[in-house]
Structures are given as C-alpha cells and as structure tokens.
C-alpha cells in the first residue's frame, strides 16, 4: 500500500497493465484481419498477416512478463527504483496516463507507464506530489549561445 506525506518517504509499486495487454491482444486480432481486407496480392498479404500475429504475441507475452517495480521518494528528493538511486526523473501526464522517466547511474533511461487499471486516483495525487518533490532535471540553454 503506498502512502506519502508532505515530508515523509513515499513508496508506489508499478505491475504490468492488463488493460494495455488486452489492447494489444485485440490488435493482434485486427492486424490480419486488416491486411487481408486491403487490396495487397494475397500472397503477400498472406504473410504480413502472419508476421502482424506473431509480432502482436510477442509484443503482448514481452508486456506480461514485465516484472513489478518499486518506487521509493524519499523525503530528502531521491528516488529508488527497486532499491537503486535514479536521477533525471520527470513525471508526464497524457490524460489518464503517467509516464515516468529516470537514468540509473549506468546512464541507461528507464520508463514506467501506468495505466489507469495500475493507478486509481488516491495514487495518482501521492504520485504527483512525490515527483513534485525531486530536483529538476537540468537542460540545457533554451536559446542559442
């Protein structure tokens, strides 16, 4: 359960969406059925249809297989991601979607989508205020030198 305080660590587990699974599989449904509608030669309809399968089956078992992270804030503005510290994280909002992303210390980006079948609303709040609480990523010069 996570929980988060003005000052207080804040902990936010991720899981894999099975809303974003069921999408995916429902695209592996309609891919074929799509490329078998148009006009493309049969032959090489035939074959994307496949390919449009087999790639829809691997992107959705690769999706379901994800494993669970754990977010920890803590109140002195870090952030740990399954118990190692990250930096650079930003925080995107797309509608019902958040989108976050970090670089761990190897320089290598990491993201986390939560859907909103991962994030009810309670979390959704926690989650705004915890990133909130991060230093600011730096940029660089917003005009030309």
């Known amino acids: 359960m996570p929980w988060c305080s003005g000052s ?6 991720w899981r894999p969406s099975r809303c974003l699974l069921a999408a995916l599989l429902l695209l592996t449904v309609l891919a074929p059925l799509a490329v078998l509608a ?4 049969r032959a090489a309809a035939w074959l994307l249809a ?9 992107l959705a ?14 109140g002195d503005g870090r952030l740990l991601v399954d118990g190692d510290e990250v930096g650079d994280a930003s ?10 992303s970090w670089r761990d210390a190897g320089g290598r980006r990491g993201r986390l989508t939560w859907w909103p ?3 009810p609303p309670r979390w959704r709040r926690e989650l705004r205020l915890a990133v909130g609480r991060l230093p600011t990523a730096r940029t660089g010069p917003s005009v030309a030198p």
């Open 8 to 13: 207080a660590p804040c902990r936010i587990d």
């Open 38 to 41: 148009s006009e493309m030669p």
């Open 50 to 58: 496949a390919a449009a399968v087999a790639h829809g089956l691997w």
């Open 61 to 74: 078992r690769r999706e379901w297989r994800r494993p669970s992270r754990s977010l920890l804030f803590t």
């Open 91 to 100: 925080l995107q909002w797309r509608g019902p979607l958040a989108f976050l």
């Open 117 to 119: 079948d991962t994030l």
